[in-house]
């Protein structure tokens, strides 16, 4: 009777000690499954949360797009979010751009059909201000995809990566809010005579 009661606990204990390792084995790819599915989630996510942050950046700057660094830096993805708003900011620079050389060259073509304009704006700076906003824009968005690749391989962006990209966006809006304004300006001068003109032969 005493031998087998002291054989007892050792006879349990042996199922337990061999199924143990088997419980672990089985639990292994589920775990790794599970990592897999919740890094996509997170990757998601953090797509979505850039191109909102895109987006609010481009509704009214230089305000909203203060408020879009701000909010991403304190949500801790400004390494993400840098990238995507300058390559944003340097295509509609770059659009914005070309389209204003079909004004530029409206005063060369007044001239051509006996129309004179005083516009107020020299015509070669009005050139070179395009030209350096067409550069800006170019610089912007090759620096741009370049950190936005860096990004996705180290998930980092030095300092440096930072402030060129923050100083590119804040250039590019003052160029094109020059442009813009010299731009207006000298359709403003070149429709006035044209008006002037129209009105008195009415007359």
Request: net charge positive; hydrophobic share 45%.
């Amino acid at each position: 009777m005493g031998n087998t009661n002291l054989n007892q606990p050792g006879e349990q204990l042996l199922p337990l000690q061999t199924q143990q390792p088997q419980s672990t084995l089985t639990q292994e790819p589920q775990t790794v499954d599970a990592l897999d599915t919740m890094i996509a989630q997170t990757q998601q996510n953090v797509k979505v949360r850039v191109w909102s942050y895109v987006v609010l950046s481009l509704v009214f700057p230089p305000f909203t797009t203060i408020w879009a660094f701000y909010k991403a830096s304190k949500k801790q993805v400004l390494s993400q979010v840098l990238p995507a708003i300058t390559i944003a900011f340097s295509l509609l620079v770059l659009f914005s751009a070309i389209t204003s050389l079909s004004s530029v060259s409206v005063p060369s073509q007044l001239a051509k059909l006996g129309v004179t304009s005083q516009t107020g704006v020299s015509q070669s700076a009005l050139n070179l201000l395009v030209g350096l906003t067409i550069i800006l824009g170019l610089v912007g968005l090759v620096g741009g995809y370049y950190f936005r690749r860096k990004v996705e391989k180290t998930e980092f962006l030095s300092s440096f990566a930072k402030v060129f990209m923050i100083a590119i966006v804040i250039l590019q809006m003052a160029a094109i809010t020059y442009l813009f304004y010299f731009v207006y300006k000298s359709a403003y001068a070149n429709i006035a005579p044209l008006m002037q003109n129209s009105y008195q032969g009415i007359q």
